[in-house]
């Protein structure tokens, strides 16, 4: 996840206060739209993605296949389960190697069924090969938006037929043009994720197994296995013999030559990271590629198995494969994160999505010569449920500064208002609510900050992103008069392992937090910041900073307690000299137990921690 922006602002106190700095809030982004990992035609020409969002923003809820070519630089979509309100969606797919077709997995009833389709590229005509509903067990996971396809990784073979996987013992089945499907020899075992290739020209199948021959009556190490794609020959590439050895990824070259997987290496430590190895078809030449703190994941290959390409701390690389020198990078993100390599066989461009850590929200392609990447399909988009107020937890509110999450707000930067009043446009970009602009604190590829005038009527508001004259979505939230929520941040316990949400709050006039090693006392003022008080008296305009004289006090004094006790307000209102961030000064109750308290403003359901003595 992008880390938020931090709200650095100096916390004017009424008394003679240190000015300390409001502490980054860890800010969950709201829900995005799903980007299914790109593949590429062997010369790249031609990207097909995944996408539950289009071009306008609007959101989908689930996704659907689109292509894109270098010839007009403009994406069509291919299929349409968007608008059946998700019945059905497109899980996972494979382009074919000259770009004419597509084979994708269709699946439906909570993933138990899975339709194997191959769609014409340039008509349009979508043909199903293949249907499975054998189903599978589902993980026993708590997730109830969460779907699990039974079938996935479709893969093309070089003579048209279509490969794919199944979430039940004996896994892999192989459809025909005729309509008959055979299944592989194998017991159990698993495709590299994505579009990669994992079939070779010359009819390899490679794939991860602990068990490919028979069920084991004991924990068994993960290996990599080739496989005929008649069923013949099965022998495994790697020897690991150890358990704790887990290996993932494996990708072939077109022609047959070079393998590449992720593994641990048989590292005993779980957490180590994930190193990308390579070893040759016939079991030799195993080499490690990877090294550094951070995983290495995502491996892709040419088609002569020479240059890899991967992802590793958020940028993609490319590298030699057997050792031939150190890896460059093709991108060099500061506020995204790039993921779901994927090369050419021609070893020339390799495409790929970016998004916050943890997201997908456009996807990109970069040429290996050097050449700056680019987008290939980015909506400017306003995420389902994206809009919070700045503490995190709290939804927006009148008179507060808010977090708007979403897609390709901006380029790859971060810009900062500088002064006051705040602007309605920043770095191009501005924000309506009901249809006006409203004053942009900060703006980054995927949040927004700005603040709601106070005159926000409460009920359902419409947010609505402009970036470079480009309008997203419209998403429509239900606004309360206030949402009164302490700031929190997080902190590491002294048990190792643990951490909690420090509050916020300060001992008056001294800037020190009231933490584990400052605990506060009976009965002194804490200085606490947050969001969500509402209107105030005076009115504040939006943008411009809260006057020191006259105090601009909260109309409705929200109640604040620490653990179950109530605190008595002193002060509740705006900082003097910020804009939309609040404070209210309190006296700390006698009779607390002395260790770690729950402090909570009137709204706020999760509260963050204080410490009294």
């Not at 993933?111 to 349009?124: F, L, N, P, T």
């Not at 030559?257 to 079991?283: H, Q, V």
């Not at 700045?390 to 897609?407: D, K, Q, R």
Request: charged share 10%.
């Amino acid at each position: 996840m992008l880390r938020p922006v931090s709200l650095a602002f100096a916390a004017f106190a009424l008394g003679p206060l240190a000015s300390p700095v409001l502490p980054q809030v860890a800010i969950p982004v709201g829900p995005s739209a799903d980007m299914l990992a790109p593949a590429i035609d062997r010369d790249g020409q031609i990207i097909a993605f995944g996408a539950a969002v289009n071009p306008d923003g609007s959101l989908q809820t689930v996704p659907d296949l689109w292509i894109w070519s270098s010839a007009n630089h403009a994406a069509r979509r291919l299929t349409n389960y968007g608008s059946t309100g998700g019945s059905s969606a497109v899980t996972s797919f494979v382009l074919s190697a000259d770009g004419s077709q597509v084979a994708y997995v269709a699946s439906a009833s909570g993933g138990q069924v899975g339709e194997i389709h191959v769609i014409d590229a340039a008509s349009g005509s979508d043909r199903l090969v293949a249907s499975d509903k054998q189903g599978c067990i589902q993980p026993l996971v708590v997730c109830p938006a969460c779907f699990f396809p039974c079938v996935h990784d479709p893969h093309f073979t070089a003579d048209g037929r279509v490969l794919y996987a199944t979430s039940h013992s004996q896994p892999f089945y192989v459809a025909g043009t005729d309509g008959t499907v055979t299944r592989l020899p194998v017991y159990s075992g698993y495709l590299a994720s994505g579009p990669r290739r994992v079939i070779s020209d010359n009819g390899l199948l490679v794939f991860i197994s602990s068990a490919p021959s028979g069920p084991t009556f004991a924990a068994s190490p993960e290996n990599v296995y080739l496989i005929n794609l008649d069923g013949s020959t099965l022998r495994n590439l790697t020897q690991f013999s150890n358990v704790n050895v887990y290996v993932q990824d494996a990708v072939i070259g077109a022609n047959g030559g070079m393998i590449a997987f992720t593994s641990n290496g048989g590292s005993p430590d779980a957490s180590a990271p994930l190193r990308i190895f390579d070893i040759k078809a016939d079991g030799t030449g195993l080499r490690q590629l990877t090294s550094g703190l951070d995983d290495a994941t995502n491996p892709s290959l040419s088609a002569d198995g020479s240059l890899l390409a991967f992802v590793q701390s958020g940028q993609i690389k490319v590298l030699r494969a057997g050792g031939g020198g150190p890896a460059s990078n093709l991108t060099s993100f500061r506020y995204s994160a790039a993921h779901d390599a994927s090369i050419s066989d021609d070893a020339s461009r390799v495409a790929f999505t970016i998004g916050p850590s943890g997201g997908r929200g456009a996807i990109y392609e970069a040429s290996v010569s050097g050449a700056a990447s680019h987008a290939v399909y980015a909506p400017v988009s306003v995420n389902s449920g994206g809009i919070l107020g700045v503490a995190g937890w709290e939804p927006p509110s009148p008179g507060s500064l808010i977090s708007v999450y979403g897609l390709n707000f901006s380029g790859d930067e971060t810009v900062v208002a500088s002064s006051f009043p705040l602007p309605a446009t920043l770095d191009h970009v501005s924000l309506r609510v009901n249809g006006a602009t409203v004053p942009v604190q900060a703006v980054t590829p995927w949040q927004i900050n700005a603040q709601l005038p106070q005159s926000t009527p409460p009920g359902n508001v419409t947010f609505q992103v402009v970036s470079n004259v480009v309008a997203s979505n419209t998403v429509t939230e239900q606004i309360p008069s206030s949402a009164a929520s302490v700031f929190g941040f997080p902190e590491q316990s002294t048990q190792a392992g643990v951490s909690y949400w420090q509050a916020a709050a300060f001992h008056a006039g001294t800037g020190m937090p009231a933490d584990a090693a400052h605990p506060a006392a009976a009965g002194e003022i804490l200085e606490t910041y947050g969001s969500g008080l509402g209107q105030t008296n005076p009115t504040v305009p939006a943008g411009e900073p809260s006057p020191l004289s006259p105090l601009a006090w909260a109309i409705v004094i929200p109640q604040v307690t620490i653990g179950s006790l109530p605190a008595r307000v002193t002060f509740a209102g705006l900082v003097p000299g910020l804009a939309g961030v609040f404070q209210i000064n309190l006296a700390v109750p006698d009779g607390l137990t002395p260790g770690q308290q729950s402090l909570n403003w009137t709204y706020d359901n999760r509260g963050a921690s204080i410490f009294v003595k």
